[in-house]
């Protein structure tokens, strides 16, 4: 129903910056919510961000409230994910994702991944 492609990964230092994007095509937001999530090796996916295009409405993860901030620009048809202040754990895949439903931190729930994006934060 949608594609959603990542961008923006690569190696920072502690307390510097990223910026991811995810790209969507197809039925292009036509889901309720976005979200970021992330995968370390050996670890479980995790969630990081989501976003609800009906209300605005933000949710973040414990770990990175504060640091992360997620966006879109629907003329690019682009959702963002602004990562600050980073942390050797931050280091993981991150995904891209949409759901049907008005936010959910469980991976389940979502419908649509993209391939992924590494990002390596070194001490």
């Known amino acids: 129903q949608v594609q959603l492609v990542e961008s923006g990964g690569g190696l920072a230092q502690a307390g510097g910056s990223l910026s991811l994007s995810c790209a969507a095509s197809g039925r292009t937001f036509s889901s309720n919510t976005m979200g970021w999530f992330r995968q370390a090796p050996g670890k479980e996916r995790e969630f990081v961000a989501s976003?609800?295009?009906?209300?605005?409405?933000?949710d973040y993860s414990d770990t990175v409230k504060g640091r992360f901030t997620i966006s879109r620009d629907n003329a690019k048809n682009t959702v963002y994910l602004q990562m600050n202040s980073l942390k050797p754990e931050d280091t993981a895949v991150y995904y891209c994702?949409?759901?049907?439903?008005?936010?959910?931190?469980?991976?389940?729930?979502?419908?649509?991944w993209g391939q992924g994006t590494q990002v390596t934060v070194s001490s």
């Open positions: 976003h609800r295009w009906t209300t605005g409405n933000t």
């Open positions: 994702a949409a759901s049907g439903i008005w936010g959910t931190r469980a991976a389940g729930m979502y419908h649509s």
